[in-house]
């Protein structure tokens, strides 16, 4: 596929890697030669300076060729302008980042695409659907669900009081009800084998089916994690105000907003159950005075990484039992999951796992980030013979960095062992390092 880019800020760069690392033919363009210069000196892909909102610029990239043109600038009229000038000129598929929620309404759709506007990305919006599935268990790191919740995959930072640590897998039961897909620890990710075992500290990410998560609950050691009744958010971010109308309404929500005309504006755009509060979250006697230490998640959503990971580290020293960080240079998300300071969020990265699915050739269902570990998870749906029919799973030569971690049949999840033979009609759900995805194609088609 050839792919032009726009944009090489942290979304557009992210995307650039990862479809260079697929060998595809990536066209970034940017106005700013040192970013491009940083780009092209490390990945295969080609270039070039210029406006993307001027013809003369599009045509010099050849966008008449392109299978997919993606805009993702933080302006979101030069991102439309791109597009529908991308779309005039032979762009087969367009998508645009956006900054207004108004624009995803359905009733909208038609408008868009009638202008040559394909999708339309709004990473906040992602970002708070990320923050509020996740917040329903206090005791994970992350939850996705597939298939209508018939599968879903755990990440669970495992203590010293788990039941499963220190244990080869080759050891443990047979007919255990998950399948752990992969473990992260510090900067290592592990596709777990029969020798391998799991330790205090790390990341694990479990699939399994929804009626085995208080079982997952109970063998990771976190029982004593309460519900969440009360969250704390510091910044009234469009992230805030997106998470703050998603959030159940049986939980309380402060956010805590230092610019008070910014306070203002946040009462016009939340319900009133959510209570607005001027002040510095950063500040101890304020969040003491709010009862931080009866307070069940701290989300520290301002557009600034270090303010956002130093408030988390202190809410949790002040008693708070899980934190979230919306962390917006992907260069600190390891370093903040070595503070062990809770749940980490990256809208860039979301976005670029959107966008990624759209140019896969094979129909799939939904591609999902993990935020702690460099990879993905994907649903592909068995429409008809195919390689993934032919053989058992333990029998299909999977490429490295790649395991099957379940299947939804007939709307039922179903564990995957070696002997597991893959239907047609069959969702299966896979786990696998970003630069893999593009390599499992070949099974689904």
């Given at each position: 596929m050839r792919i032009v880019i726009v944009g090489a800020g942290a979304v557009g760069t992210h995307l650039a890697k990862m479809l260079s690392e697929e060998n595809e033919n990536v066209v970034l363009l940017d106005e700013s030669e040192e970013k491009l210069g940083k780009m092209e000196a490390l990945f295969d892909l080609q270039t070039i300076v210029g406006d993307p909102t001027k013809i003369s610029s599009l045509q010099?990239?050849?966008?008449?060729?392109?299978?997919?043109?993606?805009?993702?600038?933080?302006?979101?009229?030069?991102?439309?302008?791109?597009?529908?000038?991308?779309?005039?000129?032979?762009?087969?598929?367009?998508?645009?980042?956006?900054?207004?929620?108004?624009?995803?309404?359905?009733?909208?759709?038609?408008?868009?695409?009638?202008?040559?506007?394909?999708?339309?990305?709004?990473?906040?919006?992602?970002?708070?659907?990320?923050?509020?599935?996740?917040?329903?268990?206090?005791?994970?790191?992350?939850?996705?669900?597939?298939?209508?919740?018939?599968?879903?995959?755990?990440?669970?930072?495992?203590?010293?009081?788990?039941?499963?640590?220190?244990?080869?897998?080759?050891?443990?039961?047979?007919?255990?009800?998950?399948?752990?897909?992969?473990?992260?620890?510090?900067?290592?990710?592990?596709?777990?084998?029969?020798?391998?075992?799991?330790?205090?500290?790390?990341?694990?990410?479990?699939?399994?089916?929804?009626?085995?998560?208080?079982?997952?609950?109970?063998?990771?050691?976190?029982?004593?994690?309460?519900?969440?009744?009360?969250?704390?958010?510091?910044?009234?971010?469009?992230?805030?105000?997106?998470?703050?109308?998603?959030?159940?309404?049986?939980?309380?929500?402060?956010?805590?907003e230092s610019d008070i005309k910014r306070c203002h504006k946040l009462l016009e755009l939340v319900d009133d159950r959510v209570m607005v509060i001027n002040g510095d979250a950063r500040d101890p006697e304020l969040l003491r005075s709010e009862g931080i230490d009866r307070t069940d998640v701290f989300m520290a959503l301002c557009d600034n990484s270090e303010t956002n990971i130093l408030a988390c580290l202190a809410a949790k020293r002040s008693g708070v039992s899980r934190a979230v960080s919306e962390v917006e240079?992907?260069?600190?998300?390891?370093?903040?999951?070595?503070?062990?300071?809770?749940?980490?969020?990256n809208k860039k990265k979301l976005a670029a796992s959107t966008i990624f699915q759209m140019m896969l050739n094979t129909d799939v269902s939904s591609v999902k980030c993990l935020t702690f570990i460099q990879a993905v998870v994907a649903e592909f749906p068995v429409n008809g013979e195919c390689l993934i029919t032919k053989k058992p799973v333990k029998e299909l030569g999977l490429p490295d960095g790649a395991n099957i971690g379940g299947i939804i049949r007939n709307g039922k999840g179903m564990n995957v062992t070696g002997n597991t033979m893959i239907q047609i009609g069959d969702h299966v759900i896979v786990f696998c390092l970003e630069h893999v995805l593009k390599k499992l194609e070949k099974y689904f088609r």
């Amino acid at each position: 596929m050839r792919i032009v880019i726009v944009g090489a800020g942290a979304v557009g760069t992210h995307l650039a890697k990862m479809l260079s690392e697929e060998n595809e033919n990536v066209v970034l363009l940017d106005e700013s030669e040192e970013k491009l210069g940083k780009m092209e000196a490390l990945f295969d892909l080609q270039t070039i300076v210029g406006d993307p909102t001027k013809i003369s610029s599009l045509q010099s990239a050849n966008v008449n060729d392109a299978d997919l043109f993606v805009a993702v600038t933080p302006d979101e009229s030069r991102n439309m302008t791109a597009c529908i000038i991308a779309h005039y000129l032979g762009a087969k598929k367009t998508v645009a980042r956006i900054d207004n929620y108004e624009y995803l309404l359905p009733k909208h759709k038609e408008y868009f695409n009638s202008l040559g506007i394909d999708s339309l990305i709004y990473p906040e919006q992602l970002a708070a659907e990320e923050i509020a599935t996740n917040i329903k268990y206090s005791w994970m790191r992350q939850m996705l669900e597939f298939g209508n919740g018939a599968l879903v995959m755990i990440g669970v930072k495992i203590r010293s009081n788990a039941e499963i640590i220190n244990i080869p897998f080759k050891e443990l039961a047979r007919d255990i009800p998950y399948h752990v897909v992969a473990i992260q620890r510090g900067d290592e990710t592990i596709i777990p084998r029969g020798n391998d075992v799991i330790q205090a500290e790390d990341l694990v990410c479990f699939m399994t089916t929804f009626d085995q998560i208080p079982f997952i609950r109970r063998i990771t050691g976190k029982e004593e994690f309460s519900e969440v009744r009360s969250i704390i958010i510091m910044g009234g971010s469009r992230i805030a105000v997106r998470t703050a109308r998603l959030i159940p309404e049986h939980i309380k929500v402060k956010i805590i907003e230092s610019d008070i005309k910014r306070c203002h504006k946040l009462l016009e755009l939340v319900d009133d159950r959510v209570m607005v509060i001027n002040g510095d979250a950063r500040d101890p006697e304020l969040l003491r005075s709010e009862g931080i230490d009866r307070t069940d998640v701290f989300m520290a959503l301002c557009d600034n990484s270090e303010t956002n990971i130093l408030a988390c580290l202190a809410a949790k020293r002040s008693g708070v039992s899980r934190a979230v960080s919306e962390v917006e240079n992907i260069d600190y998300i390891s370093m903040a999951e070595s503070l062990d300071i809770g749940s980490i969020i990256n809208k860039k990265k979301l976005a670029a796992s959107t966008i990624f699915q759209m140019m896969l050739n094979t129909d799939v269902s939904s591609v999902k980030c993990l935020t702690f570990i460099q990879a993905v998870v994907a649903e592909f749906p068995v429409n008809g013979e195919c390689l993934i029919t032919k053989k058992p799973v333990k029998e299909l030569g999977l490429p490295d960095g790649a395991n099957i971690g379940g299947i939804i049949r007939n709307g039922k999840g179903m564990n995957v062992t070696g002997n597991t033979m893959i239907q047609i009609g069959d969702h299966v759900i896979v786990f696998c390092l970003e630069h893999v995805l593009k390599k499992l194609e070949k099974y689904f088609r």
